[in-house]
Nanobody, 124 residues
Framework: QAQLVESGGGLVQPGGSLTLSCAAS????????IGWFRQAPGKEREGVSC????????YYSDSVKGRFTFSRDNAENTVYLHMSSLKIEDTAVYYC?????????????????WGQGTQVTVSS
């Protein structure tokens, strides 16, 4: 059974850092494009960062570019989202998602596999 499990969320002060992990089981991430999405209360789910399986090309939304870094460790079957210089507006539930395609999509509707989400709260 294909499953994604996120971890690493928590409470952090503005300007701080967190690293989210997304571990896959039941399938191999090598052949999947992966997306990190987030959803704040009352807002739509938005694509934060994505990575292709073919060439490792990445996407970052304008709101996180230069602050977040997406990496993948195929040997561990895990992907990571390294977040730094966190802002209050980064507060949201963060989800990782996978699709059996070589190229990523920034549309969350294109991803059939989802983790349960992990809460990130940026507050002083």
């Amino acid at each position: 059974q294909a499953q994604l499990v996120e971890s690493g969320g928590g409470l952090v002060q503005p300007g701080g850092s967190l690293t989210l992990s997304c571990a896959a089981s039941g399938f191999t991430l090598d052949y999947y494009a992966i997306g990190w999405f987030r959803q704040a209360p009352g807002k739509e789910r938005e694509g934060v960062s994505c990575i292709s399986s073919s060439d490792g090309s990445t996407y970052y939304s304008d709101s996180v570019k230069g602050r977040f870094t997406f990496s993948r460790d195929n040997a561990e079957n895990t992907v990571y989202l390294h977040m730094s210089s966190l802002k209050i507006e980064d507060t949201a539930v963060y989800y990782c998602a996978a699709r059996r395609r070589s190229l990523y999509s920034t549309n969350h509707h294109d991803y059939p596999y989802w983790g349960q989400g992990t809460q990130v709260t940026v507050s002083s």
